[in-house]
């Protein structure tokens, strides 16, 4: 097989992820209110995509940001894809997250050279001292044959759920709870979430005061949640669901699975390449071969320069 044929494999590709979660995502709603909403816990997917690379005590917003997308994709209607980008002038510069609609997640994080990301994995650190000044936007991608919808604010609150709770009321303008949850404990990394949503009463049996209390219920009891109980193994998805809304009555459905899922492609890789002129393509080589390496998952993949040509003008 030619060299321009495969991609190399770096020294750590074994380390790939290759684990699934069945029930990473638990969809459920309020019986005697009108809010639906998403538990997840990430298991050990979390550490597994998070101890990839050192990102010290910055991987708690990367944990946090993998559990928020996989919770808010398992509600996708369609085949495709959400992505969340943060990025600002801070120590963390960019983060992206994104997952399918078959909850497949991925992550990026890019670091400057600050002494506050020198903080040990166990320090939890203010989203907004990391970030700094900049930008929270989600991007739906239904696919090549659409358009995608992107929602952009400026980056508001001191947590990561805090500045996603402040999207939702300025961008979409809908009422909901954001509950983001990581640690590192004993070597390992966890992360999870739990996000509320409030929904039209269809039936119109009450009163627009009735479903302000409820609401206001709900997120008042979801407020009660702690991450102890979040990462505590013993404690199923229907018993912690009950511990916290037990009073207003908890629905669960079938839970929804996440896994390490990245998009990189050989032939996506080698159409960005063709969009460059013979003289970059020379410049980029190096003995013969141009080696471009995905962000999310670290494969490199390398081309051999002869057998590129530029696309033509």
Same mark, same amino acid.
């Given at each position: 097989?030619?060299?321009?044929?495969?991609?190399?494999?770096?020294?750590?590709?074994?380390?790939?992820?290759?684990?699934?979660?069945?029930?990473?995502?638990?969809?459920?709603? #309020?019986?005697?209110?009108?809010?639906?909403?998403?538990?997840?816990?990430?298991?050990? =997917?979390?550490?597994?995509?998070?101890?990839?690379?050192?990102?010290?005590?910055?991987?708690?917003?990367?944990?946090?940001?993998?559990?928020?997308?996989?919770?808010?994709?398992?509600?996708?209607?369609?085949?495709?894809?959400?992505?969340?980008?943060?990025?600002?002038?801070?120590?963390?510069?960019?983060?992206?997250?994104?997952?399918?609609?078959?909850?497949?997640? %991925?992550? +990026?994080?890019?670091?400057?050279?600050?002494?506050?990301?020198?903080?040990?994995?166990?320090?939890?650190? %203010? $989203?907004?001292?990391?970030?700094?000044?900049? +930008?929270?936007?989600?991007?739906?991608?239904?696919?090549?044959?659409?358009?995608?919808?992107?929602?952009?604010?400026?980056?508001?609150?001191?947590?990561?759920?805090?500045?996603? $709770?402040?999207?939702?009321?300025?961008?979409?303008?809908?009422?909901?709870?954001?509950?983001?949850?990581?640690?590192?404990?004993?070597?390992?990394?966890?992360?999870?979430?739990?996000? =509320?949503?409030?929904?039209?009463?269809?039936?119109?049996?009450?009163?627009?005061?009735?479903?302000?209390?409820?609401?206001?219920?709900?997120?008042?009891?979801?407020?009660?949640?702690?991450?102890?109980?979040?990462?505590?193994?013993?404690?199923?998805?229907?018993? #912690?669901?009950?511990?916290?809304?037990?009073?207003?009555?908890?629905?669960?459905?079938?839970?929804?699975?996440? %896994?390490?899922?990245?998009?990189? $492609?050989?032939?996506?890789?080698?159409?960005?390449?063709?969009?460059?002129?013979?003289?970059? #393509?020379?410049?980029?080589?190096?003995?013969?071969?141009?080696?471009?390496?995905?962000?999310?998952?670290?494969?490199?993949?390398?081309?051999? %320069?002869?057998?590129?040509?530029?696309?033509?003008?």
């Amino acid at each position: 097989m030619k060299m321009s044929d495969m991609p190399a494999s770096p020294p750590h590709a074994a380390a790939i992820p290759d684990i699934v979660i069945n029930d990473a995502i638990q969809p459920f709603h #309020l019986t005697n209110s009108p809010v639906r909403g998403r538990l997840v816990r990430l298991g050990g =997917l979390a550490d597994a995509i998070l101890s990839r690379k050192a990102l010290g005590a910055a991987a708690h917003l990367g944990g946090q940001a993998l559990s928020l997308v996989a919770g808010m994709s398992a509600g996708l209607k369609f085949e495709g894809a959400l992505s969340l980008q943060v990025k600002g002038d801070g120590p963390v510069s960019l983060l992206v997250a994104d997952s399918t609609h078959d909850g497949a997640v %991925r992550l +990026y994080v890019r670091l400057t050279e600050d002494d506050r990301l020198r903080d040990p994995p166990e320090t939890t650190p %203010r $989203a907004d001292m990391m970030f700094g000044k900049g +930008y929270f936007a989600f991007t739906i991608d239904q696919g090549p044959e659409t358009d995608r919808q992107q929602g952009i604010v400026t980056l508001e609150g001191e947590s990561l759920s805090e500045m996603a $709770a402040h999207y939702f009321a300025t961008s979409e303008q809908l009422p909901t709870s954001i509950r983001l949850f990581s640690r590192f404990q004993d070597g390992k990394w966890e992360a999870g979430a739990l996000l =509320l949503e409030r929904i039209a009463d269809e039936g119109g049996r009450e009163s627009h005061d009735a479903e302000e209390d409820h609401w206001e219920t709900a997120k008042t009891l979801a407020a009660t949640l702690t991450a102890e109980e979040v990462f505590n193994p013993h404690l199923t998805h229907s018993a #912690l669901l009950y511990r916290v809304f037990g009073t207003l009555g908890v629905a669960v459905a079938a839970p929804r699975p996440a %896994r390490f899922g990245c998009r990189c $492609a050989r032939e996506k890789l080698l159409s960005v390449l063709r969009n460059f002129g013979d003289d970059d #393509l020379d410049e980029m080589a190096e003995n013969g071969v141009i080696t471009m390496s995905c962000e999310f998952c670290g494969v490199d993949y390398r081309f051999d %320069r002869n057998n590129i040509a530029p696309d033509p003008v």
